[in-house]
């Protein structure tokens, strides 16, 4: 690890020595960090620009969506009749067996 001297201005060391106590770290530790964020790119101000641009982007598709969202279905709608609750309305085979005449199964078969 490489040595760095900086100058700096007395009470801002102070004052950053002081906060650092607070959190339990060390000024080179701190320092190390924002240079690393500095580095990466991930500095306060691109935090901001990536947090403003993530809720623009969240309110875009919000937007989009109610936009574009179908009514939901009225409970008189669901209330009517659909194919499977008219076919489970009655017993179905018995409509089936008078609509189609008589089965395969009572009709004469023939030998082979």
Do not use: C, H, W
């Amino acid at each position: 690890m490489s040595n760095l001297t900086v100058s700096l201005d007395d009470e801002l060391i102070k004052q950053a020595r002081i906060r650092v106590a607070q959190q339990g770290t060390s000024l080179s530790a701190k320092v190390r960090e924002l240079l690393q964020q500095y580095v990466n790119g991930t500095d306060d101000a691109t935090k901001r620009l990536r947090e403003e641009d993530t809720a623009r982007l969240m309110l875009a598709i919000e937007s989009a969506t109610l936009a574009t969202q179908a009514p939901l279905p009225s409970a008189q709608s669901m209330a009517k009749a659909t194919l499977r609750g008219e076919l489970y309305a009655d017993d179905f085979r018995a409509k089936g067996r008078k609509a189609s005449g008589p089965s395969i199964a009572s009709a004469p078969q023939e030998p082979l």
